[in-house]
């Protein structure tokens, strides 16, 4: 079955970088495109950044210059490299494929 499984969330100070991994099985990596969202409280999930099989990227305006998404299909992993974090970016991140989702994986950005 499909299985995503998010890690790298956690609390950083406005200005730091974190990166997010999102490990897949149970599908064949290579063949589909991966997305972050991300859902703050009391908000709707919204969509961060997406990034296709041939690694064509889409970023949403308010992460584009500071987020990059990137996949590695060696290790069947899809990546969120978040730099210049603000507080406006705390949020439960979730990997997503097809109608399939991971756990999600908490950032919270405070000082």
């Known amino acids: 079955q499909v299985q995503l499984v998010e890690s790298g969330g956690g609390l950083v100070q406005p200005g730091s970088s974190l990166r997010l991994s999102c490990a897949a099985s149970?599908?064949?990596?290579?063949?589909?495109?991966m997305a972050w969202f991300r859902q703050a409280p009391g908000k709707e999930r919204e969509l961060v950044a997406t990034?296709?099989?041939?690694?064509?990227?889409y970023y949403a305006d308010s992460v584009k210059g500071r987020f990059t998404i990137s996949r590695d299909n060696a290790k069947n992993t899809v990546y969120l490299q978040m730099n210049t974090l603000k507080p406006a970016d705390t949020a439960v991140y979730y990997c997503?494929?097809?109608?399939?989702w991971g756990q999600g994986t908490q950032v919270t950005v405070s000082s």
């Open positions: 990034i296709s099989t041939g690694s064509t990227t």
């Open positions: 997503n494929t097809m109608t399939y």
């Open positions: 149970g599908f064949t990596f290579r063949t589909f495109g």
